[in-house]
């Protein structure tokens, strides 16, 4: 990376890679870490925020490790940066260290790929606003749909270290067992619904699979893992609960809707495509109810979101 990514401007820091490899089908991950002003900024990072990753003077990688989907695209000059979440964020002495899962879909991730350790990245963050944990809840209900997994991955981290009282479940999602975006494959796929994930049974958070082919855990979509779940469970208090979701849109719809039918508070996490990041370009507008009104104003998904409420978006209105 150039000089220009030493740049002193407010939120823009640099990473050193400490490691990045294939760790599934079409995904990789990346371990960074901050040190000085940025591992106190990062440190602070909230489950659910993101950050904007610079690609722009990354190398293409060599022909042949480009999946031929790819290939069309991959010369593509990449000027915006891209945003990413974090799926684990640690402390660890004056450092902070943060991981980075993401999916090779396009020029700026395949441009990610050829990072090694000890190169350094450039990102704008952390931005927008991630998940809370409102005082009195007692059961977690986390919802992914495919690579909506890091941020519901950090927010089981938060869970187990500074809310012990909040039991977690969580609810992974994909098309097929190749595509879950998990490192280690879960311990039994024998067609039974509660299975033991290594990336979140290590913070003592139970799970349940589901494919759309039947590969792994239950056959359908997840949203009937979690309805399932919360008919097993109807006598649980409702202010106690809360659902979690980040994944596809019509999954986070499914699952808004699901919540609401039983007045359980939720929280989404929406994707759009974000030129900025930080409020300018108006790009990721979100249509989102005003309270005790028929009115609707967009809000901004880099800026007002990612997480929102459930209950205040308009789901099947992107503009973007
Ligand atoms: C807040 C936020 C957090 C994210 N976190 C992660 C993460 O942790 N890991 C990860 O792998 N990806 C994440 N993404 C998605 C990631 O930003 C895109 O995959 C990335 O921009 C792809 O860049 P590219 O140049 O490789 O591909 P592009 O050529 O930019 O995109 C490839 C394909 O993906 C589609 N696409 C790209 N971005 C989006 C989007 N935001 N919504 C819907 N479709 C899109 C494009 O339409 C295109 O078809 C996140 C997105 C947002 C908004
Ligand atoms: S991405 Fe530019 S305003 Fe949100």
Not at 197 to 225: I, K
Not at 244 to 273: K, N, T
Request: with cysteine.
């Amino acid at each position: 990376m150039t000089q220009k990514h030493e740049s002193r401007k407010k939120g823009c820091h640099a990473a050193t890679v400490l490691s990045n490899v294939r760790a599934g089908e079409c995904f990789w991950k990346m371990r960074l870490r901050f040190s000085g002003e940025a591992a106190g900024a990062f440190a602070r990072f909230r489950p659910g925020q993101f950050i904007e990753f610079d690609t722009s003077d990354l190398a293409i990688p060599a022909t042949e490790s480009i999946p031929n989907a790819l290939r069309d695209g991959a010369r593509r000059s990449v000027l915006l940066r891209r945003p990413f979440s974090f799926s684990d964020v640690a402390v660890q002495g004056d450092a902070t260290l943060a991981d980075l899962l993401y999916c090779v879909v396009g020029p700026a991730s395949l441009r990610m790929t050829t990072l090694r350790a000890g190169d350094v990245a450039s990102l704008i963050g952390p931005l927008g606003n991630g998940f809370t944990v409102p005082a009195g809840k007692r059961t977690a209900l986390l919802v992914v749909g495919g690579m909506g997994l890091p941020p519901i991955r950090c927010l089981a981290r938060l869970l187990s270290t500074e809310h012990k009282d909040v039991e977690a479940i969580a609810f992974i999602g994909a098309r097929t067992v190749a595509s879950l975006p998990l490192e280690e494959r879960p311990a039994a796929f024998d067609g039974g619904l509660s299975l033991s994930v290594p990336t979140f049974a290590t913070l003592g958070v139970h799970s349940m699979v589901a494919t759309d082919d039947g590969s792994a855990g239950h056959r359908g979509p997840v949203t009937e893992c979690l309805a399932r779940w919360l008919q097993e469970n109807v006598d649980r208090d409702r202010e106690s609960l809360i659902v979690y979701a980040c994944g596809p849109e019509r999954m986070l719809e499914a699952v808004a809707q699901i919540a609401a039918e039983r007045d359980i508070d939720c929280q989404v996490s929406m994707e759009r495509r974000m030129a900025c990041g930080i409020g300018l370009c108006q790009s990721c507008a979100i249509e989102c109810r005003v309270e005790d009104s028929t009115e609707t104003v967009y809000k901004l998904c880099c800026q007002d979101g990612p997480v929102f409420d459930a209950r205040e978006v308009v789901f099947g209105a992107e503009t973007a």
